[in-house]
């Protein structure tokens, strides 16, 4: 189970989080044109230093640690994560995620309750944008995966479409660490009741143009635009990674999540190994981590989680 390549991908998926989510942090917000060169370059609405990741995997980093404390993801251990990094201050949160965890509720029972009782739109992106981790810890069992994905989805966005969208990706990310491939989007959708509804608007991604889900913000066209992003770059090895980072952004709109949750599935698929050594070294952000402490992190996630 633990050879070298699913421990370099399984790395990946948090570095290749953090590395779409600080390339896309300058970006926010904006539609940079073809002629602008996109790095890791900081700035944006927030200030972010260069390399320093945002609330995406810093909020993806608290379900991490909950993780690395297996077997199994303690889903109070997550909700308490959650409002430990709120009690830290970010210069960002998500509209949604502030009002669930101003309440500072002290359980994940009670944080899904306040998630609950939130009224009009419940379908923002910021559920899917830290999903990825939970893969790491179900790397022996699809079920339980697609399951946790659901239930920490739930603790923040009590919406339908973003559980459905969690647990696409996270079986996704799960798929992509064990086999290096990004079938597991087509194959876990296939096999649900919505099969229709997803299949078709992942048709739309693969044919279609940022213009056709602009809405990024939204947890539908954000899976539209990273999906769009993977399956467009034009790259058959490791440098489709960073190529399809840069079509995110390029995409305009919420450009840290798109990436951050584009970058999850690529780092999956490509290793950390693939993750540019520019951005690696760069790479820095809430609790006080490193790119170096990411790859260590997602180790001791799998080695804790693993039964061989
Ligand atoms: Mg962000």
Redesign the pocket.
Known sequence: MLDDGRLDRAAGVLLGTAAG?ALG?GY?FTRPGPEQEIDMIGGGAFDWAPGEW???TAMALAIAQAAADGPGLEIDAVAAGFVRWYDSDPK?IGVQTNRVLAARPASARAMHQQAMSLDGLTGGNGSLMRTAPIALCYLDDAAECVRMAGAVGLLTHHDQQAVEACKIWTYAVRHAVLTATFDGVREYVAATDSADYWNRLLDQAENGAPAHFPNNGWVVHALQTAWWAITTADASGPEHLPLALELCVRAGGDT??TA?IAGGLLGARWGASAVPAHWRTMLHGYPGLTGEDLVALATRIVKANSAA
Do not use: L, W
């Open positions: 989510d942090a926010e945002t609330d995406d960002d840290d999540t951050a």
